[in-house]
T-cell receptor, first 112, second 115 residues
Framework: GNSVTQMEGPVTLSEEAFLTINCTYT??????LFWYVQYPGEGLQLLLK?????DKGSNKGFEATYRKETTSFHLEKGSVQVSDSAVYFC???????????FGKGNQVVVIP | EAEVAQSPRYKITEKSQAVAFWCDPI?????LYWYRQILGQGPELLVQ????????DSQLPKDRFSAERLKGVDSTLKIQPAELGDSAMYLC?????????????FGEGSWLTVV
C-alpha cells in the first residue's frame, strides 16, 4: 500500500539553525511527493512538491529532493526563523482518485 | 487569492448531539474532499466528491457520519450522534479535478470538541 513515515517527535531548534525533517515512503507506481505546513490554528498549506525522481521542490527557503533509490523526501532549510514554527506533514499521491496519504507530522519549534 | 471556506471554526458539542460542518470550495473546483485530523496525526480522507457524486467514502463511518454536495458546489458534513472519539479537526479541501497533478487546497479546518 501507500504510506509515509516521518521521524518521531517534535523538533526544537534555535533561530538560524539548520532544519532537517526526515520522510520516507512506500508506494506503488510513481507518486508525487509533497510537504504541507500547518501553522497554529490553521489548515494545511502546500509548501512544496516534486513529481518525479530526482526532482527538487523548493519554496520559502525550504527544499526537498525526491530520492527514489532511498524512497525519501527529506525537508531541509538552511536558516530557520521563529515564523517557521509549525507542523510539517509529508504526503504522497495521488493514488486512487487523487487521494493523498499523509505522515503523522512533525512539530517544529524555533526559539529566538 | 481564492480560498476554501469552512464554518464553524470551532464547535463544542455534547456527546449524542448532532453537529454539522459546511465547506465552500474554490470556485471551479469539481473535486471536494473531507479529511479528519486527530490531534498528533496526519489527515485521513473521509469522503471525496466529484461534482455532486461521491467517488470514495470507504473511510466514512456511515452509521453516524453523512456528507452531501447537492448542487456540486458547497458541501455539508454531519455527525449524528457525536461521540467523544469524534473530537478532531475536520478539514475540507478541493482541487480542479481528480487527476494526477491537480493540487489539493485545504481550508482552515473546523475544530470539534465532544464533551
Amino acid at each position: 500500500g501507500n504510506s509515509v513515515t516521518q521521524m518521531e517527535g517534535p523538533v526544537t531548534l534555535s533561530e538560524e539553525a539548520f532544519l532537517t525533517i526526515n520522510c520516507t515512503y512506500t508506494a506503488t507506481g510513481y507518486p508525487s511527493l509533497f510537504w504541507y505546513v500547518q501553522y497554529p490554528g490553521e489548515g494545511l498549506q502546500l509548501l512544496l512538491k516534486a513529481t518525479k525522481a530526482d526532482d527538487k521542490g523548493s519554496n520559502k527557503g525550504f527544499e526537498a529532493t525526491y530520492r527514489k533509490e532511498t524512497t525519501s523526501f527529506h525537508l531541509e532549510k538552511g536558516s530557520v526563523q521563529v515564523s517557521d514554527s509549525a507542523v510539517y506533514f509529508c504526503a504522497l499521491g495521488p493514488y486512487g482518485n487523487n487521494r493523498l496519504a499523509f505522515g503523522k507530522g512533525n512539530q517544529v519549534v524555533v526559539i529566538p | 487569492e481564492a480560498e476554501v471556506a469552512q464554518s464553524p471554526r470551532y464547535k463544542i458539542t455534547e456527546k449524542s448531539q448532532a453537529v454539522a460542518f459546511w465547506c465552500d470550495p474554490i470556485s471551479g473546483h469539481a473535486t471536494l474532499y473531507w479529511y479528519r485530523q486527530i490531534l498528533g496525526q496526519g489527515p485521513e480522507l473521509l469522503v471525496q466528491f466529484q461534482d455532486e457524486s461521491v467517488v470514495d467514502d470507504s473511510q466514512l463511518p456511515k452509521d453516524r457520519f453523512s456528507a452531501e454536495r447537492l448542487k456540486g458546489v458547497d458541501s455539508t458534513l454531519k455527525i449524528q450522534p457525536a461521540e467523544l472519539g469524534d473530537s478532531a479537526m475536520y478539514l475540507c479541501a478541493s482541487s480542479y479535478g481528480d487527476s494526477s497533478g491537480n493540487t489539493i487546497y485545504f481550508g482552515e479546518g473546523s475544530w470539534l470538541t465532544v464533551v
